[in-house]
């Protein structure tokens, strides 16, 4: 035999030859000499012992036989959860002592043991995949939430144009039942055509790039807004290859952003006509001048005063404008002290008569006889009150009234400019404060630069915390009315 | 007698540089302060040529202007717009919708209004009555 220990001769073989060959030889000492009797009975005596031996190496095969299938019926037996996965072999039964079995057993335990392993091997990946499809079942609910929850009107179409998906601001905006619309081919649900064909053509261009419109839509309160609709392909992958897989588009909201650019083009304009007025004076009467179509010295000395009263205008406005952009970026410098309002008031109406009784405008001061110290800037302040006398004097008709009246109230300092004038729409009074309004009856009563007001607004609420608010109605005069806080609650 | 020009503008000294040069070259000048009083000045006379600006109070000068060629017997009154928005407006849709024949950008230069005043009267076969 060449298993176990082939450099052996085995058992089987030198045992029975042994034991004839000791029984012949015992016989051989014994009887030496001996009758033929004799000798038969030692042969016999040989044989009954090779005999003997036979039977019970027989008996030690049969013994083996049953050992090994003991073992291999014990094996099967093994419950692979009992077999701890560092100590494995413990948990096997013990080979039979056979060398022959013995190998073949242990094999086959090692065998068993990597079966186990890999069983194991595989319980672990599989119990790993379970948590990493509940892990992605859970993202993918938490971003179908955060995709709800979004302000920003998302949609999303398969690859038969199908709604797939709406969130919450897609459905407020385009008014969509949900439960009626998921499934139904978008333009059927969706009122807006540019929108829908936007998503239509971005799936059957199958870009990767993301394509985006302003698109206006109407929404339910029937207010135009303006959005930015980008909208990319949802490409499905399986098995490595890119399939069809519908669009999605978000919808951002920028009329807000469009009215600022608006209103930016607006104040552009604006400034830009305000400054070419008084430029187109300068202009026309400079060339008057040099072409020498003047020929009497007062309508000469008229002109240039034309010139310089322009050139004025020109420059108030430029002042005007600087220092409304001085305030409005905060690098103005502001010095505060505690002032009397009173007397600060006192100095605007004086600054403001001549115009005043150009106008035979009656200016009234009723000024509060306590001391109203507030904390201000002298210059600013006393900017922002010549500012609404000299805008009251402005709208008020010829032998009109204007009125500076001064109180304390609430731990406030409040003053009051009250004009007889042309009075204030509704309109007006929202609009009153923006740069360049200019109230839309009776603008040629007056020649601003559509200024004073914002700058007297920035003034009293910006730099000092105050509140400027105006009350009007049409053909009842208009009261601009400005509290400050009291010197000692500044 | 001397053509009539209506000059309507809401700035006093852009009506009076206006007015001197026009007046200096010996045609008649009305002046009005905003387009519902040149509409008015219009009712009562019609002149030869409209200088009007744009941006006005009351009445603007596109009201002005649209008012003027619904009229029938202002269809034809030769109209020179004097704007400020001179960049803003399209001059070929002005010219197009309501037959205006020039726009004038402020700052102007009122040499060359008078010669495009002067131009156009010049084309006109017979004074019209005022």
């Not at chain 1, 055509?193 to 790039?209: D, G, I, N, V, Y």
């Not at chain 1, 897989?245 to 807000?256: H, N, Q, Y």
């Not at chain 2, 717009?81 to 070929?92: P, Q």
Request: with cysteine; hydrophobic share 40%.
């Amino acid at each position: 035999m060449s298993i176990g220990n082939s450099n052996k001769l085995p058992l089987e073989t030198l045992l029975p030859a042994a034991v004839a060959f000791g029984a012949g030889w015992l016989g051989d000492w014994i009887f030496d000499g001996g009758s033929l009797l004799r000798q038969a009975a030692c042969a016999s005596l040989c044989a009954l012992a090779v005999a003997g031996v036979c039977w019970w190496l027989n008996y030690r095969k049969r013994c083996e036989e049953q050992a090994c299938r003991n073992y291999f019926e014990a094996l099967c037996r093994v419950d692979p959860q009992s077999v701890p996965a560092d100590t494995a072999h413990l948990g096997l039964p013990r080979p039979p002592k056979d060398p022959l079995w013995k190998h073949l057993g242990e094999m086959a335990g090692e065998r068993l043991l990597q079966l186990y392993r890999r069983i194991e091997d595989l319980e672990h990946a599989r119990a790993a995949w379970e948590v990493r499809c509940l892990r992605a079942g859970e993202r993918a609910e938490q971003m179908e939430q955060a995709l709800a929850a979004l302000a920003e009107p998302i949609l999303a179409v398969d690859e038969h144009d199908r709604l797939l998906f709406a969130n919450r601001g897609a459905a407020e905006l385009f008014q969509l039942d949900m439960d009626a619309a998921l499934g139904k081919v978008l333009s059927e649900v969706l009122h807006c055509r540019q929108l829908a064909q936007l998503l239509l053509s971005t799936r059957r261009h199958r870009s990767a790039l993301a394509r985006t419109e302003e698109i206006e839509i109407t929404d339910a309160s029937g207010r135009g807004r303006c959005f930015k609709a980008t909208a990319m392909n949802l490409s499905a992958s399986h098995k490595g290859a890119q399939h069809e897989g519908g669009a999605l588009v978000m919808l951002r909201d920028f009329s807000d952003q469009k009215n600022l650019q608006k209103r930016n083009a607006e104040f552009v304009s604006a400034v830009s006509h305000e400054m070419k007025t008084p430029l187109a004076g300068i202009k026309a009467y400079v060339e008057l001048l040099a072409d020498g179509d003047v020929e009497d010295e007062a309508t000469r000395e008229e002109f240039l005063q034309i010139i310089n009263s322009q050139a004025d205008r020109l420059q108030r406005l430029v002042d005007n404008l600087l220092n409304l952009a001085r305030i409005e970026a905060g690098v103005v410098q502001v010095s505060k002290q505690p002032r009397s309002l009173n007397e600060l008031l006192e100095e605007a109406l004086r600054v403001v008569q001549p115009t005043a009784e150009a106008k035979q405008i009656q200016l009234v001061a009723d000024l509060s006889p306590l001391y109203l110290g507030v904390l201000v800037d002298r210059d600013m302040m006393l900017q922002a009150a010549i500012n609404l006398l000299s805008n009251a004097v402005k709208y008020t008709p010829n032998g009109g009234r204007v009125t500076l009246r001064s109180r304390l109230t609430d731990e406030q300092a409040r003053f009051e400019v009250e004009d007889t004038g042309v009075g204030l729409s509704e309109e007006d009074c929202r609009r009153i404060f923006e740069k360049f309004y200019r109230v839309q009856k009776d603008k040629n009563m007056a020649q601003g630069t559509g200024l004073g007001l914002p700058l007297a607004k920035h003034i009293v609420e910006d730099v000092h915390g105050g509140r400027l608010t105006v009350e009007s109605k049409l053909g009842q005069g208009s009261t601009f009315i400005v509290t400050l806080p009291l010197a000692g609650h500044a | 007698m001397n053509k009539r020009i209506l000059i309507c503008d809401d700035e006093i000294h852009i009506l009076r540089a206006a007015e001197f040069k026009l007046k200096k070259a010996g045609y008649e000048v009305c002046i009005a302060n905003d387009g519902q009083e040149a509409w008015e000045a219009l009712q009562r006379q019609t002149p030869d040529v409209l200088i009007t600006d744009c941006q006005m109070p009351r009445m603007n000068g596109l009201e002005l202007v649209q008012k003027v060629r619904e009229e029938l017997h202002l269809h034809d009154l030769p109209i020179f717009m004097l704007t400020a928005k001179g960049f803003e407006l399209s001059h070929e849709a002005l010219a197009q919708k309501w037959n205006v024949l020039a726009v004038l950008a402020k700052p102007f230069s009122p040499r060359e209004l008078l010669e495009k005043v002067q131009a156009v009267l010049e084309e006109q076969p017979a004074p019209t009555k005022c």
